[in-house]
C-alpha cells in the first residue's frame, strides 16, 4: 500500500476544508459559495434547495399581505357598512407595518438562522390568518379591530426582507443577481395568487364566507413551515452587518434611489392592493378576479426589467417605465371619463408592466452607482435594505391617496392626476443624477 505524498495530502486535507461541514440542528459551519470546489461538491444543490422553499415561504407571505386587497370588496357583500375611508384603510395599514418591519426582519436572519427564521415567520402567519377568520364572519365588528387585524397581515410584508437577506448569504457573486430575482418575482406572485383563489373559495358554497380567506392559508403556512424545518439550512458565517446600513444612511445615492423606488415598487404593492377595490367601485358589473392579473403582469415584469437594463442601462429602463405608468394613469382617467372598462382595464395593466420593470431596473442600479460614485459593497448592500423597506411605504401612500380623493372630490381622478405629476418629478430625477455624465456612461 502506498504512502500519499505531501501534495495528495494537501488536496486532501484542502477538499476535507471545502465540503459543506455541519452539526446539530441543520447548521453548517463552512460555507464559501466563491469556494468552486464546495459549490460544485454539493454547494449549488444545497443553495437551490433552500432557494425554492425560501420562495414558496415568501409566497405565502406576500399572499398573506395581499388578502385584505381581495377580502375588502367583498365586506359590503357579507354585511359590513364600512365608508370608503374605511375600506382604504383596511387596504393600506397592512402595507405600512409590512414596510415597517422588513429592516428588522433583515437582522433577524443573522440572528437565528436562515432556516428557523423561515420556520417562525411562516408560523407567525397563523396570527393575521387567525385573526382574519376571527374578524370577518360577523358584520357588527368594530372597524378598529378589524383595522388591527388588517395590520396584523402587514407580518407577510416582512418575509420579504428576510428572504433575500438570507438567500444572499448561499450564493456567488455571478450568480446572486439571478437567484435574488427568481426569488423576488416568486414572492410577489403570491399577491396575485391570492387575488385569483380567494374569490373563489369564499363563494364557493352557499352566500360569502369570508373566513375562508383566512382558512385557506393554514394548511399551506403550516406546509411551509415542515418544508424549511425538514429540508433547509442556518449557515454558522451568515452575519449582521449594522455598518452597511451605516454607510448607507449617509450616502446621497440611497435617499435618491429609496425615492424612485417608492415610485416603481410602492407604486406596484400599492395599486396592487386598491385594485380590486377600484374595479368594484368604478364597474361593479364586472367580476373581480380579474384584478389578479395586475399583479401577476407585474410580477412577471420584474426579472424582464433587470434582463434589459442588463442591455441598455437601468436609468434608461427606470425613465421609461416612469413614462409608462404616468401613460397608463392618463389612460385610466379617459377611461373613467367614457366609462371604457377596457381602457381601464388595460391601461391599469400597462401600469403594472411598467412598475414590475422599474423594480427590477432599480435593483439593478444600485451596485453599480455605488461602484461609480466611488461607494462600497457595504453601502450598497444597506442601500437595497433601506430601499426596499422606503420603497414599501409607498403601498400606504396609493390607497391613502385614493381615499383622500374619493373623500374631498368624489372620484379618483385627482389622486391619478396627482400620481401622474409625481412619475414626472421621479424620471427627471432618475434622469437628470443617471442619466447623464459617468453613471450614463457605465449605463447605470
Known sequence: MSTPTAREAEATETAG????QRHTGRWIDH??????????DGGR???RRNLVLSIFAEFLGFGVWAVWSIVVPQLPAAGFDLTVDQMFWLISVPALVGATLRIPYTFAVPVFGGRNWTIASALLLLLPTG????TVGDPTTPFPVLLGAAALAGLGGGNFASSMANISFFFPEKEKGAALGWNAAGG?????????AVPLVIVAGAGVALD???LIFIPFILLAAFLAWRWMDNLSSAKADPRSFAVAVHHKHTWVISFIYIGTFGSFIGYAGAFPTLLAAQFPDVAIPLAFLGALVGSVARPLGGILADRVGGAVVTVGAFAVMALGAVGAILALGSGSFPLFFGSFLGLFIATGMGNGSVYRMIPAVFRISGGTAKAAAGCIGIAGAIGAFGGFLIPR?????TTVAGSIV?????FIGVYVVMALVCWLVYGRGAMAAARV
Open 401 to 405: 391617496g385614493f381615499a383622500l380623493s
Open 45 to 47: 444543490r444545497t443553495a
Open 414 to 418: 385627482p389622486a391619478l392626476w396627482l
Open 188 to 196: 410577489n406572485i403570491g399577491t396575485a395568487a391570492v387575488q385569483l
Open 17 to 20: 476544508r471545502s465540503a459543506v
Open 131 to 134: 385573526a382574519l377568520i376571527l
Open 212 to 214: 375562508r380567506a383566512g
Open 31 to 40: 460555507w464559501d459559495p466563491e469556494d468552486k470546489t464546495l459549490w460544485e
